[in-house]
């Protein structure tokens, strides 16, 4: 139903994480029309009208215990409900032999590719319908590595390397914000992430990832944008 | 203090306090809890156009903001990000310890503790002075930050470490300094603040005001006392080690010398949490008081309401992590922490209910501080709801860092806590400050910020769910977040008219304060003590002799009374006489 404000979801645990977003909206939806509903119309019947006293109740036990039990009984649904994907996201990433390294720093993303050791600034590029491991750290402050159509969200802490995975079912060119505020450049700090077919990625890695292809890698860097769209007005650089 | 010393005391009370002693440097509960209102109300004006200048910004990034070009000449009124940074920053720490705080545990906490559990003052009057005095300084240090070299911090509120513990990673240097400093002074005066009303609460009730027999108002204000003894200290020793980080070398959360950045989160949030039930319990106990008198009704499930409230405090401290969970904390303790935030959602939900059963069958007066009673809690039900989407795992690693969280934040906050304080203001105006705030002015007042509110606000949900960040300069620097510019737009006009519809408020406080209506000693036919004092209380509160309590606070519309209202301090035997 709201899928039209949700972003498209191409991963695969994306659907696990809309599935849930969905229920909870409805869970969540319901119960607030219910207590609108509900206020509404005692603002409306017990309005103020002469000639009529208040109900003297100090509350009634039976309805306190309902409506006690009855959301804690939701949320326990509920927490059961996320656990099963919150463990395969964050605590069971399956095995993969793609493993991208993802070093942030102020303010841009460097990657580098499996069996490559040539940075790439702000640009990722990986197979599809493959598991793909990042190894996240940071250079400096903490940054956040967010690919909204991947549902896939977390923060990059100097001194930590963070194991972050994904796999995207869908071939394109998707936007990489960073989601942590992260100093004056944080707005516009952002890569893309090329999701290519099997083939083309092949075809990408042979040409771009040979170790004499040093030029290639400079003119992708230029290709990304991102440098130009730099915020430059900071006070900070010195 | 004791009571009958405080007693011996009246007698030859009002001759020796001059304008200093009366109106400054006062140990008079009342008038630090006009001080801590009048502070805060000042600094909300601030904080207002701080969100202001940011909504600006969102709307059409990089045009001259109107009327800035006076502050900010080089750039002819446009925001840099590191001054557009600057001002989220402030904003939010200005709205939160020095609105917020202020306003809901220092004026409310000053105004109603003594008078509604019949005490003449707090247990520790000077230090109670002490406690505006210092927080007052306090605001004075985070003032003079705007005017430092590189501007005032801009690492978040929440001053995320590494950004805000090396001066280079935000530009910002003298800033962040007094930022730490300001709220380290801050955090004493609070501290000073809390104990005052543990002890007076423990210790001062008049003659038969049992701990059950409490206005929920002062057991709301009660636990936050709790909580601001416990959780702020963590705070303030956070803010210290990242000043000492800043400006010794010390290396406590920067990994450059051996320290831990999510040291920090662990330590802010653990503070954090606490705080943001620290904001709501006084607009909750608010509600709770209001809604009772303007529905003639006991409130519904008074037991309830009480110890839900200490559930909220007890759990708060171990639902911190909710807001680390994609931080690189260990995977496993994120989901210990969903089960603890679900666990808390639930004596919120009974107390929506049983302000909802407290409405059933009520007489319903629709008078302004009721409207702002009602609007806290419809407010609070979105706010509350909102906040099931983070506490499940998968979905917060979608919304967290989202406008769906600013949304999150602004309806427990704004429409919650602010929500609560307005109620407040209306309820107790005339026994503050002896006069009647002007009720035609306060329905425009009320619904103006209801409409506009929304309209700021409910929007962000949309965008955040759409995957705006929070927290960015220019939106239109993301191909992904363009096609819902519009709405930006949108909010940014809301927030303008609700800017300006508080303007009313403005008029309509300062015109009673001198030309309202004189106010009588119960306008409301309410029941609790403070409403037996004259309006407004003179020094030491009542007379020779202490009100005595006879029952709980709620007693309304009792089929036995002739009355529909049942003050504590009437003594039975004349509500029995009228029994036939």
Redesign the interface.
């Given at each position: 139903m709201?899928d039209w404000?949700?972003?498209e979801n191409v991963s695969t645990?994306g659907r696990?994480?809309d599935w849930?977003?969905h229920l909870?909206?409805a869970?969540?939806g319901v119960?607030?029309i219910l207590?609108?509903v509900?206020?509404i119309a005692?603002?409306i019947m017990?309005?103020?009208?002469p000639g009529?006293?208040?109900?003297?109740?100090?509350?009634?036990t039976t309805?306190?215990i309902v409506?006690?039990i009855v959301?804690?009984l939701i949320?326990?649904v509920?927490?059961a409900?996320?656990?099963p994907?919150?463990?395969k996201?964050?605590?069971s990433a399956p095995p993969s032999d793609f493993v991208v390294q993802v070093h942030a720093k102020?303010f841009n993303w460097q990657v580098k590719h499996p069996n490559s050791e040539k940075v790439f600034l702000d640009e990722m590029h990986v197979p599809v319908n493959k598991v793909v491991h990042v190894n996240l750290t940071s250079q400096?402050?903490?940054h956040?590595f967010?690919v909204?159509?991947f549902?896939?969200?977390?923060?990059a802490?100097?001194?930590?390397s963070?194991l972050a995975w994904f796999e995207v079912t869908k071939p394109g060119k998707y936007?990489w914000?960073?989601?942590?505020?992260?100093?004056?450049?944080?707005?516009?700090m952002?890569g893309w992430i090329y999701v290519h077919s099997a083939e083309d990625y092949k075809k990408w890695a042979a040409e771009n990832l040979r170790a004499d292809a040093n030029p290639a890698a400079d003119t992708k860097v230029a290709d990304a944008g991102k440098p130009a769209?730099q915020?430059t007005?900071?006070?900070?650089?010195? | 203090m004791s009571a009958h010393a405080a007693t011996a005391h009246t007698a030859h009370e009002h001759h020796d306090t001059g304008f200093v002693r009366t109106y400054v440097f006062s140990t008079d509960h009342k008038m630090i809890a006009r001080q801590f209102l009048f502070m805060g109300l000042l600094m909300m004006v601030l904080g207002g156009l701080l969100a202001l200048i940011v909504r600006w910004q969102l709307a059409w990034p990089e045009t001259a903001v109107p009327g800035l070009g006076m502050i900010l000449k080089e750039t002819g009124g446009i925001l840099e990000p590191s001054t557009y940074n600057m001002a989220f920053t402030m904003h939010a720490t200005i709205m939160i310890f020095f609105v917020i705080m202020p306003i809901l545990a220092g004026a409310f906490g000053n105004f109603c503790i003594p008078l509604m559990i019949g005490a003449r003052d707090m247990a520790f009057p000077t230090l109670n002075m002490l406690s505006f005095w210092v927080t007052f300084s306090a605001g004075i240090i985070m003032l003079c930050g705007f005017f430092v070299e590189g501007g005032h911090a801009a690492a978040g509120w929440t001053s995320y470490a590494p950004l805000s513990a090396v001066p280079q990673f935000t530009g910002v240097n003298w800033g962040q300094n007094l930022w730490c400093i300001s709220l380290f002074v801050m955090g004493i005066g609070s501290m000073m603040g809390s104990i005052n009303y543990i002890t007076t609460i423990i210790n001062m009730r008049a003659p038969g005001m049992t701990l059950f027999r409490m206005p929920l108002v002062v057991w709301s204000l009660f636990i936050t006392a709790i909580l601001l003894l416990l959780a702020l200290p963590v705070l303030t020793s956070a803010v210290a080690m990242l000043l000492f980080d800043r400006t010794l070398g010390t290396s406590w959360f920067a990994p450059s010398g051996g320290g831990e950045p999510l040291l920090w989160q662990h330590l802010f949030w653990y503070f954090g949490h606490p705080e943001v039930y620290i904001l709501i319990l006084p607009a909750m106990g608010i509600a709770s008081e209001i809604l009772p008198v303007f529905s003639r009704k006991p409130i519904f499930g008074y037991h309830a309401m009480a110890f839900s409230m200490i559930a909220i405090a007890f759990l708060s401290w171990i639902v911190y992590g909710h807001h680390m969970f994609v931080s690189g904390m260990s995977p496993s303790l994120g989901m210990a922490f969903t089960v603890t935030t679900m666990i808390i959602a639930v004596p919120s939900a009974i107390k929506t209910f049983n302000w909802l059963g407290t409405l059933w069958g009520g007489r319903l007066q629709f008078k302004v501080p009721m409207l702002f009673a009602v609007g806290f809690v419809s407010m609070f039900v979105i706010g509350g709801l909102s906040g099931i989407f983070m506490a499940s795992t998968p979905v917060d690693i979608y919304i967290q860092d989202t406008y769906f969280i600013v949304a999150h934040i602004h309806y427990v906050v704004f429409g919650g806590s602010i929500f609560g304080a307005f109620a407040g203001i209306y309820f107790w105006f005339p026994k503050m400050f002896g006069r009647m705030l002007n009720p035609a002015l306060g329905h425009v007042h009320f619904w103006g910020t209801l409409i506009f509110f929304n309209w700021v606000f409910f929007p962000m949900h949309i965008i955040g769910v759409g995957g705006q960040m929070r927290r960015i300069y220019n939106p239109m620097q993301y191909e992904f977040l363009q096609h819902q510019q519009h709405w930006n737009v949108f909010m940014t006009y809301g927030a303008m008219l609700l800017g300006l519809v508080q303007i009313v408020f403005v008029v309509n406080f300062f015109w009673s304060l001198f030309a309202g209506k004189k106010a009588p000693v119960n306008p409301w036919n309410s029941n609790t003590l403070e409403w037996t004092a004259p309006s407004p209380p003179p020094h030491l509160n009542w007379g020779p002799r202490l009100p005595t309590v006879y029952r709980g606070p709620y007693e309304y519309s009792d089929p036995d009374a002739r009355e529909d209202f049942l003050p504590q301090s009437q003594a039975p035997a004349v509500a029995g006489a009228r029994r036939h």
């Open positions: 709201l404000w949700l972003p645990y696990d994480i849930l977003f909870i909206y869970i969540t119960t607030f207590v609108a509900a206020l005692f603002l017990y309005r103020d009208r009529r006293r208040a109900r003297y109740t100090h509350g009634n309805l306190e409506w006690t959301p804690a949320l326990v509920l927490t409900l996320s656990a994907a919150w463990s996201i964050k605590m102020q400096d402050v903490i956040s967010f909204p159509q549902r896939i969200k977390q923060d802490v100097p001194g930590r963070i936007e914000p960073c989601a942590e505020l992260c100093g004056f450049g944080h707005s516009g952002r769209e915020p007005g900071g006070k900070a650089k010195k | -």
